[in-house]
């Protein structure tokens, strides 16, 4: 019965949604990215591209699960948000 249930699909309804933020750093050299999803609960992006990186890396990091991912600016406004819909397939005999 719990098999047929999970085949059905009603366990990813319920699967949890990470969150990711994207938020500048105060002393102005880049971003952080910041989740309890990760191992350190947030990374450091300098370079140029610093912004996209970090989502990128949000994205891939989270390829099984939903995500959302949202980009601060210096405020704490949001002014973008990416949502990512998991890759996980259903398994069939």
């Known amino acids: 019965m719990l098999w047929e249930h999970f085949c059905s699909g009603a366990f990813a309804m319920t699967s949890p949604r990470l969150i990711y933020e994207v ?18 609960g947030r990374l ?9 990186n970090a ?12 995500a959302v991912i949202r980009v601060y600016d210096e405020s704490g406004n949001v002014i973008e948000t990416h949502e990512h819909k998991g890759e996980f397939k259903e398994f069939s005999i």
């Open 44 to 52: 450091w992006y300098g370079e140029p591209s610093a912004i996209s």
């Open 55 to 66: 989502i990128d890396y949000a994205m891939h990091r989270s390829r099984s699960h939903h």
């Open 23 to 40: 938020r500048p750093r105060k002393d102005h050299r880049g971003v952080d990215l910041i989740s309890d999803a990760l191992p350190f």
